[in-house]
Nanobody, 122 residues
Framework: VQLQASGGGSVQAGGSLRLSCAVS????????TAWFRQAPGKEREFVAQ????????YVADSVKGRFTIFRDNSKNTVSLVMSKLKPEDTAVYYC????????????????WGQGTQVTVSS
């Protein structure tokens, strides 16, 4: 499976962006797809994940109420809609597939797509 993230850009604080993760190759109904982000000098941080059906989602506390994850299996995409953006949301955003059970640690995910840069200015 291959994943490709897109949709990043520069926005002022309080603004919105929509990221898209295009999924190609084999995909199973058990797949869980997630978004992570990594700011310079920091560890890769879990943002949100969704089940194959889209009926089971989980969002990190740091973005809860501001970010929404959803998937469209007819288009093989997983989107992250980000609103009320803050400067601390600035990072490279990646999408990935869960490859092992466990926590939301990045080591439990694989098939990392190329990231997309999000920059939020104050």
């Amino acid at each position: 499976v291959q994943l490709q993230a897109s949709g990043g850009g520069s926005v002022q604080a309080g603004g919105s962006l929509r990221l898209s993760c295009a999924v190609s190759g084999r995909a199973f109904s058990s797949d869980v797809t997630a978004w992570f982000r990594q700011a310079p000098g920091k560890e890769r941080e879990f943002v949100a994940q969704t089940s194959w059906s889209g009926g089971n989602t989980y969002v990190a506390d740091s973005v809860k109420g501001r970010f929404t994850i959803f998937r469209d299996n007819s288009k093989n995409t997983v989107s992250l809609v980000m609103s009320k953006l803050k400067p601390e949301d600035t990072a490279v955003y990646y999408c990935a597939i869960r490859v092992r059970q466990g926590t939301t640690a990045w080591s439990n995910f694989g098939s990392w797509g190329q990231g997309t840069q999000v920059t939020v200015s104050s």
